[in-house]
């Protein structure tokens, strides 16, 4: 059982429509991101492995104040977040971390 370390309120570019961003909340822990959302009843969630599944994690150029996550199969572009060079620093750490941690088992 993993232990939630930080959750920061975000949205998710809609894959369906572009034009929509999906609010929720981005959810991390040691080895995953967690992306949650209900929208009147309607559920998106997103489970992330920091390592197995994230290639990449980048500041979005396009748009200001957002962050790219780029995984084996696809991309999520999170936006609107209260301070994203802290959490784009935070998501950094935790793949280290997790890296160093399979590299010594």
């Known amino acids: 059982k993993s232990v939630l370390l930080d959750v920061v309120h975000c949205s998710l570019k809609s894959e369906k429509n572009k034009l929509v961003l999906v ?6 822990t040691a080895e995953y991101y967690l992306f949650f959302a209900n ?3 309607h559920v998106t969630k997103h489970k992330m492995h920091v390592v197995d599944d994230v290639a990449a ?3 979005t ?3 200001p104040n957002a962050i790219t996550v780029v995984t084996t199969t696809r991309k999520f572009h999170f ?3 209260a301070a994203v060079d802290t959490t784009l620093q935070l998501m950094l750490q935790l793949r280290e971390v997790e890296k160093s941690r399979r590299a010594a088992t």
């Open 39 to 41: 929208v009147l009843g």
């Open 23 to 28: 609010a929720g909340r981005l959810l991390f």
């Open 57 to 59: 994690v980048k500041r």
């Open 61 to 63: 150029k396009r748009i």
């Open 79 to 81: 936006c609107a977040f």
